[in-house]
């Protein structure tokens, strides 16, 4: 099952992105949030008016996914960047794919022209995963992030929804 998230959800959420924030560079935030900041992000979408879900099997929150605006300037107000992160043990379940589907689908129902999502390189999984929804690459930053001692290049893929 898929739905708008609650602040409930936020212990597993916290969960969830830590493990990424503290094991991978698929973030490249360094230091641990806690239940409050994840409030905090969650109030903040919401005050966009955009989208945030989460997926639940047997009652637990398994990965989650939302939108947040691209860039502050008012001509951006059509796009957004995109996001989805899975519990460690969901990852290859489909899990990403049904709530990147779903968030896609919510975001065609609102003025929103443009979705980017932003892909730590090399993950051969979140490429597959982008273009299996339809993005399209149309970035790529290198050497632009610095996290475990390593220089990091980033993807940007991008979906256009033609109104």
Known sequence: MIRPVTEQDADTITDIYNHYIQNSTATFEEKSVDKNNIIERIHKVNKADLPWLVAINK???????YATPWKDRSAYRYSVESTVYCAPKNIGQGWGFQLYDALLTELRRLPIHSVLGGITLP???SVSLHEKLGMRKVAHFEKIGFKFDQWLDTGYWQITFHR
């Open 59 to 65: 009652g637990v929150v398994v990965g989650y996914a």
């Open 123 to 125: 993950n051969p999984a």
